[in-house]
């Protein structure tokens, strides 16, 4: 037998009455180490609680002490040093109570806690597997012992019992097998059902006509009525958050009289947004948004930003905008008049080659009504000659049409090179236009550019008729509705069109160069003038600028024959102060134009509306 020292435990593997002697005596020492473990647990468990009684004990034995001052004694009322020395012993039992929590906060950690943990962790392991190889010994014993009973003839009957299990679990697998084999195939058949449908859905997608697709149903040829007096429909409204970011809103907008009307969700009525009376809109391109266009008041200001749902909407809301501005709803038949105004713009679909066929289609009054206006202003619309030219007399077929001011290359050296520096803030000094200083007349008007072209005549005013006409056309024609607006300044020396945001002159014509001017005789916010440019070979040029603006266009005529009437009698110092004397003063001694002179009952005028002139 060998040494019990030599044995090692962890090489026991195989059952032996030495392994199980040695096994015994493992067990007997676990035993013994248990339950001394367990008295020192108890011991240690007492001293700690001990100790957390004592600090208890200290506790409530400072607010003991404390509690003396709030007692209420009949005859010891205000014994200061008995509550002084009881708060200094109270302090004392406190300092006493710190050291006692904090040992049995020590004790605790040091000391209960790891005997704790060595008892459940190492000792019941050891236990529970004393009590596991217990319970295996016994089951192993009792198993060898019915093992050993069992005779030849059972052993046979449990292989043929193994015989019989296999062959049933065959059959039930062969069954098994052959069922999955047809799931599988039935599956496969669906499945290339369903791949044939794909395909054929795919054939039908792709033979779909490829509008379908298009964001835009309308995109194609939509149905614009440019005729609206009123329009209603959601928008997206742009409201900016910071120096460059923006926010766009989703808001119900609807057209009520002469103004843009926004009703929010959930709101039970609807709020003022913009007074659109002599404002203009124009599209506007947005960094990340389509079908957007934008109101400009008339004093020039930008205002709100706005986006349609689609090209069809974009366009109505422009066009009804447009007619609102110009108040045609305060008419009595205000679909008619916006019908009538309309026409102008799309007479270019058939085009009239005679001016006799278009003064035929006016009606008398208005004829009658330019008569007595020829009888009154000789100069404002000269009169026109008896046989009327043609179309082409007046501009040459296929002539090009420029829709914005370009800012000549010249002009822009002597104002930004010059001297004189320009303030890029738009501010302008009291030098600004020295020119301006020595005009006997400065008139303003805010105006929007609508297209220039060139000209074979200035014989007649029937020519910037045409002009008008084929402006317009194109205009509708290609869906531009992009204006650039400007201050029109008229002096006695010449036209100046004035950026309104930086101050910079646009374009200067002098005003001896003007050659024709004329209002349009139905949509008097249209005005024309010619302008007469000598070239270097020699030969002069004729070119018409059309423009809209924000007041009648007569107003803008009678200020440019003033000033050619000025520049007249200007030789001669007799006509020409009894031509100012014609003219009103204000009260720093500065001409005005007199754009509505009504008269009373007497023939006299009787008010003088008029806008001062600014400099």
Known sequence: MPAVDKLLLEEALQDSPQTRSLLSVFEEDAGTLT????QLLQA??????????????????????????????????????????????????????????????????TMVLPIIQFRE?????????????????????????????????????KINFFKKGAEMFSKRMDSFLSSVADMVQSIQVELEAEAEKMRVSQQELLSVDESVYTPDSDVAAPQINRNLIQKAGYLNLRNKTGLVTTTWERLYFFTQGGNLMCQPRGAVAGGLIQDLDNCSVMAVDCEDRRYCFQITTPNGKSGIILQAESRKENEEWICAINNISRQIYLTDNPEAVAIKLNQTALQAVTPITSFGKKQESSCPSQNLKNSEMENENDKIVPKATASLPEAEELIAPGTPIQFDIVLPATEFLDQNRGSRRTN???????????????????????????????????????????????????????????????????????????DPQTQVSRANFELTSVTQFAAHQENKRLVGFVIRVPES???????????????????????????????????????LAQLMLSIPLTNDGKYVLLN???????????????AESEA
Not at 35 to 38: I, P, S
Not at 82 to 99: A, G
Not at 445 to 464: H, N, P, Q, W, Y
């Open 44 to 109: 240690m468990q007492r001293v700690y609680g001990a100790q957390n009684e004592m600090c208890l004990a200290t506790q409530q034995l400072s607010k003991q002490l404390l509690a003396y001052e709030k007692q209420n004694f009949a005859l010891g009322k205000g014994d200061e040093e008995v509550i002084s020395t009881l708060h200094y012993f109270s302090k004392v039992v406190d300092e006493l109570n710190l050291l006692h929590t904090e040992l049995a906060k020590q004790l605790a950690d």
């Open 596 to 610: 509505d002179q009504p008269d009373d009952d007497d023939g006299n005028p009787n008010e003088h509306r008029g």
């Open 424 to 498: 890029p803030f738009g501010e302008t000094e009291d030098e600004s236009f020295p020119e301006a200083e020595d005009s006997l007349l400065q008139q303003m008007f805010i105006v929007r550019f609508l297209g220039s072209m060139a000209v074979k005549t200035d014989s007649t005013t029937e020519v910037i008729y045409e002009a008008m006409r084929q402006v317009l056309a194109a205009r509708a024609i290609h869906n531009i509705f992009r204006m650039t607006e400007s201050h029109l300044m008229v002096t006695s020396q010449s036209l100046r069109l004035i």
């Open 121 to 157: 962790k190492d000792l019941t392991e050891v236990s529970t597997l004393k009590d596991l190889f217990g319970l295996a010994s016994n089951e192993h014993d009792l198993s060898m012992a019915k093992y050993s009973r069992l005779p030849k003839k059972k052993e046979n009957e």
């Open 537 to 575: 070979t020699g030969e002069e040029s004729l070119s018409t600028y059309i423009f809209e603006s924000n007041s009648e266009g007569e107003k803008i005529c009678y200020a440019i024959n003033l000033g050619k009437e000025i520049i007249e009698v200007q030789k001669d110092p007799e006509a």
């Open 35 to 38: 339950d001394y473990t367990n």
